[in-house]
């Protein structure tokens, strides 16, 4: 690999015009220079297009994909397919990045000899702040890795934030027309690294917003991702069942992060008592699972008095984190 290999950079770009300029500032600025930048822009209407274009024309690493509006995965999976780079990374359109932060994730790969670098998420609103990165680097094996993101640790399943061998993609696109596409996709690509590393930082901004996929009330489409989500426990049983505790945990606490965001006009009936069948199959031994998150042992627990404890505690609407 040369000293500073090509990263394709993937950004999907939906009807963000208020957003756009400062993310696509932020990768123009980044210290790594080496950068394909694939701009794939979801059939915007609002202005976004225009922005996209201007960067496009002053910066020629910046090049766009257009397409009629198909939904995140759909936008992630066509940049996939013309990556050049040997490295891959994403970003929503909605962050922004500080100057170093593919200089960083790059260095982890070169000089940890890793597959994947990996940063934490770092919420913000306005002002990302000034760069801060620990000096403590965390060396994974993939099983390690992936138990890490299951269990909800030091970092979470989202594509972005972390920087990818681009061959780890093969044969693996993000599953079209659901939310939460990254939950059943991200896990497999770690599944193919010889080695995972982790350094903690803030240069990933991870902009907050109340009425973000995130954030959100539940809907019947949220719940349909349990159809894919659901099957990783049988899935690790089968190829790693060092996993299968992990992914029970990862898939109680998916359940109960839709049961505790929906409200009684969000969810029908047939839905919410599909998630409560689903947490009292694994409840049990979630809660017997010393290294499954305190919280979510804690919801298991109430939820033997009834769901409407777990909501009492936690509060309706509240993620558990």
């Given amino acids: 690999m040369s000293e500073h290999p090509l990263i394709s950079l993937i950004v999907p770009v939906y009807q963000v015009r208020d957003t756009i300029e400062e993310c696509l500032a932020s990768i123009a600025a980044q210290t790594y220079r080496n950068l394909d930048i694939i701009l794939v822009d979801d059939g915007s209407t609002d202005g976004s297009s225009d922005i996209c274009n201007r960067f496009a024309a002053a910066d020629s690493r910046f090049r766009i994909i257009r397409q009629e509006n198909r939904g995140l995965a759909a936008a992630r999976n066509a940049g996939l397919d013309q990556a050049r780079g040997s490295l891959v990374g994403f970003l929503d359109s909605d962050d922004c990045l500080a100057p170093n932060h593919f200089a ?11 597959d994947v670098a990996v940063t934490n998420l770092t919420v913000f609103e306005g002002d990302l702040g000034p760069e801060k990165t620990v000096s403590e680097i965390q060396t994974l ?75 959100s009330k539940t809907t019947p489409r949220k719940v349909r991702t349990l159809d894919l989500v659901e099957l990783i426990p049988g899935e690790m049983a089968a190829d790693h069942p060092d996993l299968v505790r992990a992914a029970e945990c990862f898939y109680c606490s998916f359940c109960f992060h839709l049961l505790l965001n929906a409200d009684k006009d969000s969810l029908p009936i047939a839905d919410r008592a599909r998630l409560e069948r689903a947490i009292r199959s694994v409840r049990g031994r979630v809660l017997s699972d010393a290294s499954a998150r305190r919280k979510t042992r804690i919801a298991c627990a109430l939820s033997y008095a009834g769901m409407g404890v777990v909501r009492l505690a936690f509060g309706a609407g509240k993620v558990l984190k």
Wanted: with cysteine; glycine share 4%; aromatic share 16%.
């Fill in 104 to 114: 960083m994730l790059w260095s982890l790969i070169d000089e940890q000899h890793c």
């Fill in 141 to 215: 094996s993939a099983a390690d890795a992936v138990r890490t993101i299951f269990y909800q640790g030091a970092f979470d399943t989202c594509a972005p934030a972390k920087l990818y061998r681009a061959e780890l993609w093969q044969d693996i696109r993000f599953p079209e027309g659901f939310i939460h596409e990254d939950l059943p996709t991200v896990y497999h690509v770690l599944l193919r690294a010889s080695k995972v590393c982790f350094q903690p930082s803030n240069t990933y901004g991870y902009r907050f917003s109340a009425d973000g996929l995130n954030h």
